[in-house]
């Protein structure tokens, strides 16, 4: 039986023994079954983003922000995926319900550029792949001990578009392709530096950082080659005691779990300098901290909606559809501000469609669209009016259908507000100016 994915740590100086919003910092403490939030600035504890043994809950270890907006949480003990409003907390479902496909003790999880789920298979040395919209099962990604996997604790998917796992007992990050999950080689291997190897991904410079748990250190590897590079993080800088999950902020700076100092210490993002405690010992009843994760920042813009009374436009909901991989991953209502503005939260960092459509208004698609890790502001758009009847084109039956509401107003048997173009609260020549000038016009599909 393999050993539960927690550090157990035996001071004696640095001598160890192992047995086996705007944005806001999310901590998964291991042992505390919850999900602690913290002011991303300041480090003060907000609350429980998801309070203890919620969904049943049990050793969160990975999570991460999905294409939808919400939170999922590998929920070890639980052996499965759990979701989580994205910005309430509140809990949603077993995403990936217990042990579907295999699945034993999850350690971490991400999202592909195919827009399905990958999930490390602790338990039993593998990866499983789940539909990133339904959570079904779809196979076994990497088979059981691929090319000798061992413990696979953390994933990432690398700039050359290979997947790059860690390997808790053997101190190693294994390389597999991409589309087919073949085994590649071992990328790193260092027993030396990180046992175990936990948190793994790539930094802004291109090479790849690994947190070695029990050795207290956070090590650097060429992004390309896999040598060695040196220690990011040395030993026990600024009193680092097990060494977990990790993430650059979005100041640039390197934010570090201690495990076993139940903290958060905070670096220089380029030279890994110690900075300070961020999140002092044991703030919120923290215990044991994990993984770590900033929410994602907003995607910002403007939507003008042509030829209508600007006073009303906050009266008008505009709805968005976001799609990846061209599949339709997320839905959303805007509300527009006085001046157009609406604000999309937790977009999580990829490359997505968007697609704007209101009532009588013709359908835009902005497409290829990167969303950094910083967010994304000025997406804007402008949609062209006279689709009365919805079917994102402007012809002879929006001709029809304002006729027939021709003259009325808000209480007329007759009153039909989508040939109301202009927003007067009446239909006039001036709505049918509207409709003639756009007349053959057709949407983005």
């Known amino acids: 039986m393999k050993s539960l994915m927690r550090l157990t740590l035996f001071a004696f100086g640095w001598m160890v023994l192992v047995s086996a919003a705007p944005a806001d910092l999310l901590v998964c403490s291991v042992n505390g079954d919850r999900i602690l939030r913290f002011d991303e600035t300041t480090g003060a504890y907000l609350g429980d983003f998801v309070p203890a043994r919620t969904g049943g809950l049990d050793e969160p270890q990975g999570m991460e922000y999905g294409p939808d907006g919400n939170l999922y949480v590998c929920s070890n003990d ?120 936990i948190g793994v991904r790539f930094g802004a410079d291109g090479h790849l950082y690994v947190s070695g748990g029990l050795f207290h250190r956070v090590m650097k590897y060429h992004g390309t080659t896999g040598a060695p590079l040196g220690a990011f993080i040395p030993a026990g800088s600024g009193g680092l005691y097990g060494a977990y999950g990790y993430e650059w902020g979005p100041d640039g700076r390197f934010y570090l779990a201690s495990y076993g100092g139940n903290s958060i210490l905070v670096y220089d993002g380029t030279t890994g300098a110690f900075i300070g405690t961020f999140v002092a010992p044991g703030a919120g009843g923290l215990t044991q901290p994990g993984m770590i994760l900033f929410t994602p920042r907003p995607v910002k813009g403007k939507v003008t909606l042509s030829e209508y009374d600007p006073t009303k436009v906050v009266q008008v909901p505009v709805t968005l559809k976001v799609y990846q991989a061209g599949q339709l991953v997320r839905t959303a209502t805007l509300t527009l501000d006085d001046d157009g503005n609406y604000t999309l939260p937790n977009v999580a960092p990829a490359t997505y469609d968007f697609a704007f459509k209101a009532s009588h208004w013709l359908q835009v698609v902005v497409r290829d669209v990167v969303v950094p890790k910083s967010g994304l502001t000025g997406l804007d758009v402008t949609l062209l009016n006279g689709d009365i009847d919805g079917d994102n084109e402007v012809t002879l039956f929006d001709f029809g259908e304002l006729v027939a509401a021709f003259g009325s107003s808000p209480g007329s048997s007759n009153w039909n507000p989508n040939a109301d173009l202009d927003g007067d609260e009446e239909v006039t020549l001036f709505d049918f100016g509207i409709l003639v000038q756009n007349f053959g016009a057709t949407g983005d599909e």
Not at 115 to 130: E, I, K, M, P
Not at 156 to 176: C, H, I, K
């Open 78 to 197: 639980q052996h499965a995926v759990l979701r989580f409003d994205g910005v309430t907390g509140a809990f949603i479902d077993a995403f990936v319900p217990p042990r579907s496909g295999g699945l034993n003790s999850p350690a971490d999880l991400e999202f592909g550029a195919d827009g399905n789920l990958y999930v490390t298979s602790y338990g039993n040395d593998a990866v499983l792949r789940f539909d990133g919209r339904t959570g079904a099962f779809i196979d076994v990604f990497v088979p059981s001990g691929s090319g000798g996997l061992d413990t696979p604790a953390s994933l990432t998917f690398g700039p050359d578009g290979n997947l790059y796992v860690s390997t808790w007992e053997r101190a190693q990050v294994m390389r597999f392709h991409g589309q087919t999950g073949a085994f590649i080689d071992v990328f790193v291997n260092d027993p030396v530096n990180l046992y175990p190897a």
